[in-house]
């Protein structure tokens, strides 16, 4: 398909080869381990027609396939219209037929360093993608999508200084999740956790645009999972970096020697495992969270003690109280399927 094409052709640029970066370089995604810790063989595969719906997996303490989360009520929100890839009735979601927010902009400005400073990465971006497009934003009338969700808010510039430890520490109590980012993905841009704002499984409810992303009503641009685009660009066996929490763990997209990511039955509590990767320029066994399909997608809950989340000021955007930044869903064209890794979907 042709949005296929363009999602490819926007993410096979090369990897850096040194942990360190100036300020300003891209990097995306990060050098990655061909064998490593991933097994030959995960516990199972999740089938992209039929992800588990994760509407009821908000949960007030560390569980497994959950969002442990810091909020415990929410308010009504998010996309306005369940979708025909919704299946309501088994409980699941079809990411091959969701529609995408049309549109292909890109962003000149867009900027992600990442330093080594002591004892700490100091990482800088403008919450922009450096090496993909995002949509049009707001969502135009005219777009399939809008008859789902009708997000109104844009996608600004903003200035991310994040001071995140070089060595994370287990903590001695899983820590839970708040609205808005939870970490940053190598391309720049916030992560968020796997709920909008009603609580709901934000990446099967919401629509966002070519590359997995939206703005909230901050006019924060970012991601509820591991964005295809990502994905498109980590190597098809092996470990690859691809962001870090709030905490400092690192976030890895892995896949077996069949191409596929691991299912939640292969992780613990908070999304994660421990195995050999590369980290801070070297092959090291240590925590970090995988990338799955399945939700919550990407962290499930802290593992480590996590610096301050980035301001949220809902106020900035032009849709008041979107805590998560809701995003809308696909448009004219179905999006293409979500690759487990090398042909496998």
Sequence with gaps: MASGTVLLAACTSAAPSSLESLPGQSVSPAPSVAGGGVPATWSGVTDPKKIPLGDDRV????QTGHVYSCQTSFRPGGARHDGPWMDTTNKTWDSTSKVQVQGEHNWPDAEYGETVQGDFRIITSKDLPTHQST???????????????????????????????????????????SMGAIGILKNGVYLYNALDDAGRDAAAHETQDLCDGHPD?????????IPSCLLSAATEKGSTLVGY??????????RDDKGNLPTNADLDSCHGRTSKVMWNGKETTTYHYSATLEFPYTVGCYRGTPVDAPAHDRTGGKRRGDGQGQGQRKGPGQRPARSTGQGQE
Excluded: M, R, W
Aim: a negative charge; proline letters at 9%; charged letters at 10%.
């Design 135 to 177: 949509g049009t934003f707001p969502i135009q009338q005219s777009d399939p999508a809008y008859q789902y969700d009708t997000n109104p808010n844009a996608i600004a510039s903003k200035n991310v200084n994040l001071t995140l430890p070089i060595t994370p520490s287990l903590a001695a109590n899983a820590g839970c999740l």
């Design 245 to 254: 929490a709030l905490d400092g763990f690192g976030i890895y997209v892995e």
């Design 217 to 225: 009503g901050a006019e924060d641009y970012h991601y509820h999972d």
């Design 59 to 62: 949960s007030t303490t560390p």
